[in-house]
């Protein structure tokens, strides 16, 4: 359910800023302030906070939300041990305790019970109640509270309430600029450079069908695994078909257009 990434480790995951959000990050973290990052899947939230943590030097507890996720699995449950019956600690709690950074990824997918759960620690109390123990947990200054979701994938039933949304500072990300996405592709893959421009180019013409034929455009993430396949050995038509295709529709006339998309681009 959850990640746990140690500083100490010395390696700080590759970056390419877009703005100013690391200073934004930064300033979250010195302020004691939570932070809600907005954006498609797949346009580098997830690398961001990984990427902030390290160069803060602070540990991070990564925790991918999902519909049976509930307020336990973040704070802790008592669980039978030996013969006997011993609290331990969710990674929402061990990071209140170490000063660490607990990042929701999707936080719109899990239970109503977790937005209880978070409210004392995204105002000016910032405390982690534990009822099952009768702790009060406070939070010291290290500890930052980073969620994030897809506005794109909101329904009427999956949303973050108002009273919820506007307990956080906001930074809302997109798919980078060409001029971005291209040392951004060059520096996960190792494919040539004019080979990936020609991968941006297409993924921009793609991305161009969101709303029409297509629910969500083609991330960054699927433009870097494409480059990996190439720059593995794989065809460009094949790596293109099952990194930058087959991954967006499972209609096969919807396939077959966009392939004739991808044909016109590169010639």
């Not at 500083?7 to 390419?16: A, I």
């Amino acid at each position: 359910m959850d990640q746990f990434v140690n500083p100490e480790s010395g390696t700080v995951p590759f970056y390419l800023p877009q703005g100013d959000e690391c200073d934004v990050f930064a300033a979250a973290h010195r302020s004691c302030l939570p932070l809600l990052l907005k954006g498609p899947t797949g346009c580098g939230k997830t690398r961001f906070v990984a990427h902030m943590a390290a160069k803060l030097g602070r540990p991070l507890y990564t925790v991918a939300c999902h519909d049976d996720l509930s307020a336990a699995d973040l704070i802790g449950r008592y669980l039978l041990k030996g013969g006997e019956t011993v609290w331990v600690d969710g990674p929402l709690t061990r990071a209140v305790r170490e000063g660490a950074i607990c990042y929701l990824d999707e936080v719109v997918e899990a239970r109503k019970d977790v937005a209880v759960v978070l409210h004392p620690l995204t105002d000016d109390r910032r405390i982690l109640p534990i009822d099952r123990t009768g702790e009060e947990l406070q939070a010291g200054p290290g500890f930052m509270l980073v969620a994030s979701y897809n506005p794109g994938y909101q329904n009427i039933l999956k949303t973050l309430k108002p009273s919820t949304r506007q307990r956080f500072l906001s930074v809302e990300f997109g798919f980078p600029k060409p001029e971005h996405e291209v040392p951004v592709v060059i520096a996960e893959s190792g494919l040539a450079e004019d080979r990936v421009r020609l991968l941006v180019r297409i993924a921009g013409k793609l991305r161009g069908l969101k709303g029409q034929d297509l629910e969500e455009g083609v991330s960054t993430r699927l433009v870097v695994y494409c480059a990996t396949l190439i720059a593995q050995g794989m065809s460009f038509d094949r790596a293109v078909q099952v990194a930058m295709i087959e991954p967006l529709t499972d209609d096969a006339e919807v396939k077959r257009g966009l392939a004739d998309l991808v044909t016109a681009v590169a010639g």
